[in-house]
Structures are given as structure tokens and as C-alpha cells.
């Protein structure tokens, strides 16, 4: 499986799924939401350092290609580094997403564009061009380290960081586990109960002996 053929499996699979695959997979903070909840990020990480400045988000977007997905580490920032010109600009590029672990602005211009923006938070104010600082380190964004070229995928349930390998080795399970999931709604929805499809007495059965045990479905 190449590169290609990985976000086309992703893109038809929920974060959920692939962290049920690896249950130790990176997962950025909760607080960093999607504008648009109704929109997936499936790209390659194109990081970025910068602290209530966006001199250096410009740089790091003109040197952008399809497919990136622009990662920034805010170091707290209070004021806003991204906003409608910026998604605008990556949108017309071709970019896959973008994604600040602090402010945004323009909310509702960015919820109307096609690419998906996640931010911590917002605020109508923009911070000031005076500093380049670091583009393609190694960074922190939403409690987690961020590899340049490292697989970003997000969607309404939070944002998962893996590298191109790991994500591979994971598609078959997680593909097992959406289908399985996908049928025991269907017989829950026909009215079957969920606690007779586990082995839930079993599995608690178990764990009061002490033997060691996995809660499973029996279909």
C-alpha cells in the first residue's frame, strides 16, 4: 500500500476506528476542535513554530504543497494566526487542512470553505508580522510531538498523528472493526440487544477470578 492508496483507505474510516485499531496511537487534545465538524483532515504534516506572530505561517504556506496539512504550535498564543485569507490561500493551493493548537479568526467565513481548519480557540484579533521562527521541526500541537511528514487525520472525534508505516499495519483491523461495528448497529436498530451480542457476563466472570479477559462481540 502506498501513500495514495493509505488516504483513500482513511477517507473512508473514522478516526475511532483506527484508535480502536491502537489503542497507544497519539491523540491531540480534545480542545482543538474543527470549525466545521462535518469536515476530515487526511494529509502529511507541514509544521510550524510561531508565538502571537504570523510572519512565519505565511512562509510555511507559500513553501505548502497538496496534500499538507499545515500544523502550528502557537506556544499559547492569545492572538489569532490564521483566519479567511490564509484557508482561502490554502484551499487554492491544495492544501488538505490546517491546524492551530491556539486562535483562529473569521469563523464564519472559514465554516463556509471546503478545506478543514481546527483551532483551540478564537479570537477577532491578529497577532503581528515581526519574527520568522520555525517551519518543519519537530513541534508540540495539542499535547503531542509532530514529526514533519508524519500522517495527520482528523475528524469530528479528535485529531490522530501516526507515521505512514504504523497507519498501514493498522487499515486491515480498523477496517474489521468499522464493519463490525457497522452490522451490530444494524441488529440493534432490528431490535436485538447489545449486551447479548459481548461476552459481557463472561468477560466479568473472568475479572472477578483474576484470569485475564477482553470484552468482545460474538458475532
Known amino acids: 500500500m502506498n501513500k495514495i492508496e493509505l488516504f483513500q483507505s482513511l477517507s473512508t474510516l473514522s478516526v475511532a476506528s483506527i484508535a480502536d485499531a491502537d489503542k497507544t496511537i497519539r491523540v491531540m487534545s480534545s480542545e482543538i476542535r474543527p470549525v466545521n465538524p462535518r469536515q476530515k483532515i ?5 509544521t510550524v513554530s510561531c508565538h502571537n506572530d504570523f510572519l512565519t505561517v505565511i512562509g510555511a504556506l507559500s513553501q505548502s504543497r497538496a496534500g499538507d496539512v499545515l500544523v502550528v ?5 492569545t492572538r489569532a494566526l490564521v483566519g479567511e485569507l490564509f484557508s482561502t490561500e490554502a484551499q487554492r493551493r491544495g492544501l488538505a487542512g490546517i491546524i492551530v493548537d491556539g486562535p483562529v479568526r473569521d469563523v464564519g467565513a472559514l465554516y463556509k470553505l471546503e478545506i478543514p481548519v481546527y483551532a483551540r480557540s478564537y479570537c477577532p ?3 503581528t508580522t515581526k519574527k520568522m521562527m ?21 475528524d469530528e472525534d479528535g485529531i490522530i498523528v501516526a507515521s505512514v508505516s504504523q497507519l498501514i499495519d493498522l487499515i486491515p483491523l480498523a477496517i474489521q472493526i468499522q464493519k463490525t461495528e457497522e452490522v451490530i448497529v444494524g441488529k440493534i436498530r432490528e431490535g436485538e440487544c447489545l449486551i447479548d451480542m459481548l461476552n459481557f457476563e463472561e468477560h466479568v ?15
Open 205 to 219: 466472570e473472568s475479572l472477578a477470578r483474576g484470569v485475564e479477559s477482553s470484552l468482545s462481540f460474538k458475532i
Open 73 to 77: 504550535d502557537s506556544r499559547e498564543s
Open 125 to 127: 484579533c491578529s497577532g
Open 134 to 154: 520555525e517551519t518543519q521541526t519537530e513541534i508540540r500541537c495539542g499535547g503531542i510531538n509532530v514529526v514533519p511528514e508524519e500522517i495527520v487525520f482528523g
Open 42 to 46: 487526511v494529509g502529511t504534516a507541514r
